[in-house]
């Protein structure tokens, strides 16, 4: 028997809309399998998931 999705494609497009609207950049978007959107946003230029530089950046450019 199928259950139905914890989440929607509208409930998805509903969150970024908000975030975008907030003036926010995004930076990372996490879905739980119980249906929960957890969304992080962008906090460095190089690593948008804990903010801090990565060592390489200087070496690459």
């Known amino acids: 028997m199928n259950r139905p999705a914890p989440f929607r494609q509208a409930d998805l ?6 975030w975008r609207s907030a003036g926010l950049e995004l930076g990372r978007v ?12 962008r906090r ?4 948008p998931v804990n903010g ?5 950046d200087d070496t690459l450019q």
């Open 13 to 18: 497009s509903r969150a970024l809309k908000a």
């Open 30 to 41: 996490e879905i739980e399998p119980s249906g929960k959107i957890v969304m992080t946003p």
């Open 44 to 47: 460095g230029e190089s690593d």
């Open 52 to 56: 801090y530089p990565n060592e390489w």
